[in-house]
Nanobody, 123 residues
């Protein structure tokens, strides 16, 4: 069964850190571009970060640059989003996604999506 399974969300105080994981099964992540997205209540889903297989460059939305890091471990068929210096405005459901497209843009269609994990930043 092809799927992405997320873990690592939770409640954290402002300034804290979380690491989200996205484990792939049923396909080999090596050949896929990866991305993280989030959706806050009442807002549209937005791109957080992505890495295209065409150039391997990590891209981030401006509001998370310098705080979030996307990475992958192909041996574990898993990729991650390390989130540091979290702010209340980072509160959202976070989704991981993968696609065979080599587009360098983070937007566009993705082949597979995780189920989402809640991240809440609050004191």
């Amino acid at each position: 069964q092809v799927q992405l399974v997320e873990s690592g969300g939770g409640l954290v105080q402002p300034g804290g850190s979380l690491r989200l994981s996205c484990a792939a099964s049923g396909f080999t992540l090596d050949y896929y571009s990866i991305g993280w997205f989030r959706q806050a209540p009442g807002k549209e889903r937005e791109v957080v970060s992505c890495v295209s297989n065409s150039d391997g460059i990590a891209r981030y939305r401006d509001s998370v640059k310098g705080r979030f890091t996307i990475s992958r471990d192909n041996a574990k068929n898993t990729f991650y989003l390390q989130m540091n210096s979290l702010k209340p405005e980072d509160t959202a459901v976070y989704y991981c996604a993968a696609r065979s497209s080599i587009s360098i843009r983070c937007t566009g269609d993705y082949d597979y999506w995780g189920q989402g994990t809640q991240v809440t930043v609050s004191s």
